[in-house]
């Protein structure tokens, strides 16, 4: 939702955010100052994700002179990380910050709001949300867990993923146990592995100890710092899975509601900033990290073939597809967003993906 979006009705919420207060135990509000719970599922000060959590939550208490302070809780300190959603559903905390396709329980509907197989880049997916209809659609599906939900980050392109063995064909993926949540878990399990979701802390030992035969995490900064690369030998690209994800912050609609109209600017703009930011800095990190990756650690990155892509992108699209058909809310998301990619990939061909062609050509630029 655009910004004088927000503010349309902006007269009506100061006559409401006095009834709404007294809804506020103290001393939640004293001498107008509030306290603000945020319940996240990354590990606590993870590069990226949990630290963007923190970071947002600080842009909000500093803009607004600790009006709002919002004190964050990571994964497993207030509640399980995937139980943040219903923590702030149902008023336990206030706000959450994580990927929405961890929802995917309550409704199919929410993938889209985050990475859904072969769907829209970070640059795409921000495109669609403010502009192109997704924020508007986002908040009649949040609204009925009582949520107000916003784009908070973007990692970008996430990697293929960490493996025990060598992947040249789908027969490789037969019988295959790995980590991958959302619709792409879905796609793996169409063409015959056995994909699990687990929060990223118990990652790491489940690949360990074999529980787990490969995973996908985020990418070459986040792998590192997970030390995926103690575990397992190569390092497959692209992720068709999430390519562009985007991570959310999603607020108790009565919290939400009871917010004065700068209240409610502010906190905008603050993810607005942090969903810029956190994209920009895994921009920056990802090539020094793989760097490390293969140069200090002997990681044996891989492709994957195009006829693996081909299958499973025959795969995606019947996944996505019937999580649409399976409710009248998700099959509007889907409908939004499936043209919505049709035009990106229609400009995109033309812009970015012309320019890359372009700038890999054999030419001498800075030597």
Known sequence: MKRRDFLKGSAFAGAGAVAAASAFPAPAIAQGMR????????????????????????????????KLTVKVFAAGELVPPFESFDAVSNGTADLYHGAEYYWQGKSKAFNFFAAVPFG??????????YY???QELWDELAADFKLKPFLSGNTGVQMGGWFNKEINSLEDYKGLKIRMPGLGGEVLRRIGAAA????????????????????EWVGPWNDLAFGFYKVAKFYYYPGFHEPGTGLSCGINLDVWNSFSADEKALVEDA???ENNFTLAEFTARNGDALNTLINQHGVELRKFSDDVMKAIGQASGEVVAEAAAGDAMTGRVYDS?????????SWSKLADQAYWNARLLPFNYGG
């Not at 945020?38 to 970071?55: D, I, S, Y």
């Not at 699990?196 to 995973?215: H, K, M, R, Y």
């Not at 967003?337 to 990939?345: E, N, T």
């Open 35 to 66: 306290e603000l719970k945020m319940v996240t599922t990354w590990p606590k000060n993870f590069p990226g994700l949990g630290t963007g959590a923190e970071r947002v939550a600080k842009r909000i208490t500093d803009a607004s002179g600790g």
């Open 120 to 129: 829209l880049t970070a640059t795409e997916l921000n495109a669609w949300v």
């Open 132 to 134: 192109g209809g997704g």
């Open 196 to 215: 699990v979701s687990l929060p990223g802390g118990e990652i790491f030992p489940a690949l360990q100890s074999g529980a787990i035969d490969a995973t």
């Open 271 to 273: 993810m607005i900033a």
């Open 337 to 345: 967003f499936v043209k919505f990619r049709k035009m990106a990939i």
